[in-house]
DNA sequence: GAATTTACGTCAGCCTTGTTGACATTCCAA
DNA sequence: TTGGAATGTCAACAAGGCTGACGTAAATTC
């Protein structure tokens, strides 16, 4: 992949100095990525826990938990408590698979979409501004990379995205 | 800034469905970023948190408490609890400053040194890895997107690195 | 039709890492 | 000399990870 460029030119780009930058500015990128949504979350009583997940189901409704369990890479025990309590506030509703009645398929209620446009309205904002800044060619090599960075049965997830919802 | 490329030639990857690609992105890569480390991390009884601010460390010896503190955006006791046991296993040392003597210089003992290294090893390999595969122009994009989403104060503290040391 | 597996929920308990609040010490600087 | 900065520390709490064990209903397999 990348066949494009002029790869072999020069591998400045990969002295330690280098890398050591790459890490830090994903650390110091990451935190503006969450920093606002993070901040609409807590006047309620949400995490980014929360968020991940009604994130997931706005994108892929009727999504099961397994699924979902697969996405987040995390304990059921653990997403259940996120879950519960979203249901309890009637943000994200479960119904019984049509197929397979063992499945919950998840949807965000009216309630929940509202939130979740609210937190990625913030979120996509940032992102907005920082690809109108950076410009096209860069939000290419953004995503390449990016891509290059994760573990295969992440990119997996994040490659096949549009043919898992029901 | 960016004023390098084709800008204004189409805005389609400015769309919310690019923006939502973007924003998946982040989040996977983010877990690939932080696999490696974790790994090594979870064998001795460490988290990301000693994590980071060994490597903080190491990248700026003689760093203070403070500034340390700046650079993590936590609170103080937060960090105390691992600096602690940093201090209480030997991998870091505290000097007295030698001007202001409330001071505590934090540096990186032989031990700590070869923890960060082998974390460190591990981090870089897998950005290595993605650098290599993307291609110079992508991981320019890649910093320069990077860059421009974090907070200003962050961005500050990234571009600043080299004159905060002792 | 019985046995097994799958999808899911739940209880209990533990850990890390973040938080707030309060208070003490030391030392620089005005 | 006095205020404030740099630091440490005690206590308590919360979010959100984890493991282990157990239960139930539905699907699947033998």
Redesign the pocket.
């Known amino acids: 992949m990348a066949e494009t460029s002029a790869k072999g030119e020069s591998l400045l780009f990969l002295t330690d100095e280098q890398l050591r930058k790459g890490i830090e500015a994903m650390f110091f990128a990451y935190r503006g990525f969450t920093a606002d949504p993070d901040r609409i979350?807590e006047t309620m009583?949400?995490?980014?826990?929360?968020h991940?997940a009604i994130h997931f189901i706005n994108r892929s409704p009727g999504l099961?938990?397994?699924?979902l369990?697969a996405l987040?890479?995390?304990?059921?025990?653990?997403?259940?408590?996120?879950?519960?309590t979203l249901f309890e506030d009637g943000l994200v509703e479960?119904r019984v698979?049509k197929?397979?009645?063992?499945?919950?398929r998840l949807h965000l209620t009216e309630k929940g979409a509202a939130l979740e446009r609210a937190l990625s309205d913030a979120q996509r904002a940032r992102m907005r501004a920082a690809y109108r800044a950076a410009g096209p060619q860069a939000v290419q090599g953004f995503r390449t990379v990016l891509e290059a960075m994760m573990d295969p049965e992440m990119r997996r997830q994040y490659l096949g995205l549009r043919e898992e919802a029901q």
């Open positions: 979350l009583d949400y995490g980014r826990a929360h991940r099961t938990v397994s699924g369990l987040l890479g995390v304990t059921k025990q653990s997403l259940n408590r996120v879950l519960r479960a698979g197929t397979d009645k063992r499945e919950r």
